[in-house]
């Protein structure tokens, strides 16, 4: 009985399919609740680390200095460039107006952004959800764009929220999280810098009043 419970949850049959959606539901009412679903399941159906992103970078040091880059520049070029040409006049993030000059509140910020959204996130939306994707898709090129496309559209949608143009911009975040994925072989360890650093800059702007200055950098 636990063997066929295996197969049927590490497949992409109905019970398969099912465990998945139920898993991203879980992950946007309780991102930390839905990485430690997705880490049982990997122990149970003994799935490989590897399958789900964790693998060890080449380079260490250059995978970290990597991501930091990647994410503060990934956040300069969406809210200096891509936002305003898609017509988000907004220049700043009311949701999140309550930590500027905030201390108490940024550092409790710190602690969500690191674990909560670069690491659980990133374990559900980049690494299970690929791997899920890719079993149903397939490994061709266009396989792997609508993989991209798909759970990127599934990462925008929970950020409701956010209203209109919080759910654009996460897709756009999350086509770019796809793709540096896919391009670093599926090293998950790069993704969980990148989008930890990508929102700590955004606490850095919001935190000292910067974001209308970078809003306007390009297109005032």
């Not at 149970?44 to 992103?53: A, D, M, N, Y």
């Not at 200096?80 to 988000?88: F, H, I, P, S, T």
Request: glycine fraction near 8%; hydrophobic fraction near 55%; proline fraction near 3%.
């Amino acid at each position: 009985m636990k063997e066929k419970l295996k197969g049927a949850l590490a497949g992409m049959g109905a019970p398969g399919i099912l465990f998945a959606l139920v898993t991203l539901f879980i992950t946007v009412l309780l991102q930390p609740l839905g990485a430690a679903i997705v880490l049982w399941w990997r122990n149970f159906c003994k799935v490989p680390f590897r399958e789900i992103g964790f693998r060890r970078p080449p380079n260490i040091f250059i995978m970290i200095g990597g991501g930091i880059l990647a994410g503060v520049a990934l956040k300069l070029f969406t809210k200096a460039v891509v936002m305003r040409l898609l017509g988000d006049d907004s220049l700043i993030n009311v949701h999140f107006q309550y930590l500027y000059q905030n201390p108490t509140a940024a550092l409790q910020f710190v602690f969500l952004i690191v674990f909560f959204a670069g690491f659980c996130e990133e374990i559900v939306f980049r690494g299970f959800l690929f791997q899920r994707l890719i079993k149903v898709l397939g490994n061709s090129t266009t396989s792997l764009v609508f993989v991209v496309i798909i759970s990127s559209v599934l990462f925008g949608i929970p950020h409701l929220r956010q209203e209109f143009y919080g759910i654009v911009h996460a897709t756009i975040v999350g086509l770019t999280f796809g793709t540096l994925y896919l391009v670093s072989k599926k090293n998950l360890w790069l993704l969980i810098v990148t989008h930890s650093f990508y929102d700590l800059f955004s606490l850095l702007l919001i935190y000292n009043g910067w974001e209308r200055q970078v809003s306007t950098l390009i297109f005032q």
